[in-house]
C-alpha cells in the first residue's frame, strides 16, 4: 500500500514539473517575440507632388472600344517652380495577361509655370485586341495607364479600368 502511495505521489510531482516547465517555456517565447499589432502600419505621408494629372470619370466611363475615341488629360504644376520638357504618355492594355498587345501614345506639353494647368487630347484605339491562340472568346476589359513626367521629377501615374466593350 506505501508503494502505491508513493507511486501515485511521484506520478503527481512529475505531472506539475512537466506542466510546469511548459508554462515557463510558452511565457519565455512570448516574451521573445512581443505582440503585434494587426493595425497596418502607418507610414510617413507621401511628399506632395509636383505634377499632378487630372482625369474626367464620366469622359472615361463614355469612351466605347473602338478607333478614334478623344480623351482630354489635364495636367497641372503645383509646385513652385517652373516644369521643363513635360510631356503625357498613354498605354492601353488588356487586363488578360495572355494578350501582349499594347497600344501607346505620347504627348509633348513643353513647360508648365508654377500654378499653370493645360490639356492634352490623345486619340485612342479602343477596337478589341487580337485574341491569343486557342482562346475562348472573351471580352477583357482594357487598362489604361496614364503617365506624366517633367525633367528632374518622379512621374504621376493614374490607371483607369474601362469596362468591356
Known amino acids: 500500500m506505501r508503494g502505491a502511495l508513493i507511486w501515485g505521489l511521484a506520478t503527481a510531482l512529475s505531472f506539475l514539473a512537466a506542466a510546469g516547465m511548459f508554462l515557463l517555456l510558452a511565457n519565455m517565447s512570448a516574451r521573445s517575440y512581443g505582440e503585434q499589432s494587426l493595425e497596418p502600419r502607418r507610414s510617413s505621408p507621401a511628399p506632395p507632388k509636383d505634377l499632378r494629372i487630372i482625369l474626367d470619370k464620366e469622359r472615361l466611363a463614355s469612351l466605347k472600344g473602338r478607333e478614334e475615341q478623344q480623351l482630354e488629360i489635364g495636367v497641372r504644376n503645383t509646385s513652385d517652380g517652373k516644369l521643363e520638357n513635360v510631356e503625357v504618355r498613354v498605354a492601353v ?4 495577361t495572355a494578350i501582349r498587345e499594347r497600344r501607346s501614345y505620347r504627348e509633348e506639353v513643353g513647360s508648365l509655370l508654377p500654378g499653370e494647368s ?3 487630347s ?7 485586341f487580337a485574341p491569343p491562340d486557342e482562346a475562348p472568346p472573351e471580352r477583357p476589359r482594357k487598362i489604361l495607364e496614364v503617365m506624366a513626367s517633367a525633367d528632374g521629377e518622379p512621374p504621376e501615374v493614374k490607371t483607369a479600368i474601362l469596362p468591356p466593350g
Open 118 to 120: 493645360t490639356r492634352v
Open 93 to 96: 492594355f488588356s487586363e488578360n
Open 122 to 128: 490623345v486619340e485612342l484605339d479602343l477596337s478589341p
